[in-house]
């Protein structure tokens, strides 16, 4: 590879890590031709995009946007180095883990990842980069938070109008029996005749 080259990869590089707030540094160097097309093509599904390039040049694209920012990204550069840029933090480990557990094998490897600001170093962080929260999800999580106190109030105002209902109907119906039993006739008991005394027939 010829200076040119080395400085036109290096400004790829230097422009991906300044587009992308996440990236992973992953070790393929056991895949085979086959398997590295594979991981591609699970990346390109999940747009994340995946590179491949020296560690060296790795390592200067990083220091030339900020020396001290990826400094715990740079003992992850050795072997053979994949590079996986994505808007969403968590993709790349889902990506990884499913791939490995498809092909029973160990690799990828991680080695690092670069997530937000914060390093993650080491294939054991993978499990848990797999259960970290986007920001979609943490703002879905935030929503539900604020909106459950709403529900319960609005649940019991429900409740008590109910409530109220009730007890404005039920002294009404009681109210009204009387005046019902006030206004119903009373059958009067029809009068016996006066008994009639027969007078005897004068002389």
């Known amino acids: 590879m010829t200076k ?4 036109e990869v290096i400004e790829v590089l230097k422009g991906k890590f300044a587009q992308y707030n996440n ?22 599904d999940k747009q994340v995009e995946m590179r491949v390039a020296k560690n060296t040049l790795i390592k200067k694209a990083l220091e030339s ?39 029973k094998g160990e690799k990828p490897e991680l080695k690092a990842a ?18 970290i929260k986007t920001k979609n999800e943490l703002i879905g999580e935030v929503i539900g938070l604020l909106q459950a106190p709403i529900q319960r109030v609005l649940g019991a ?19 009204a029996a009387p005046v019902a039993e006030a206004e ?3 059958a009067e008991t029809p009068a016996a005749p006066e008994a009639t005394t027969d007078e005897a027939p004068t002389a």
């Open 114 to 131: 670069f997530i937000n600001g914060d390093v993650f170093v080491g294939d054991n962080q993978l499990k848990a980069l797999t259960q």
């Open 23 to 44: 990236f992973y540094v992953t070790d393929t160097e056991s895949l085979t031709v086959a398997q590295v097309s594979k991981l591609r093509s699970h990346c390109f």
């Open 65 to 103: 946007l900020d020396t001290e920012k990826y400094t715990g990204v740079y003992d992850s550069l050795h072997n053979v180095t994949a590079l996986l840029f994505s808007e969403n933090p968590k993709d790349p480990a889902l990506i990884l883990s499913s791939f490995r557990k498809e092909s």
């Open 4 to 7: 040119q080259e080395k400085n």
């Open 157 to 175: 105002l429900q409740n008590k109008d109910a409530a109220k209902a009730a007890e404005e109907v039920t002294p009404a119906v009681e109210a």
């Open 184 to 186: 119903a006739p009373v």
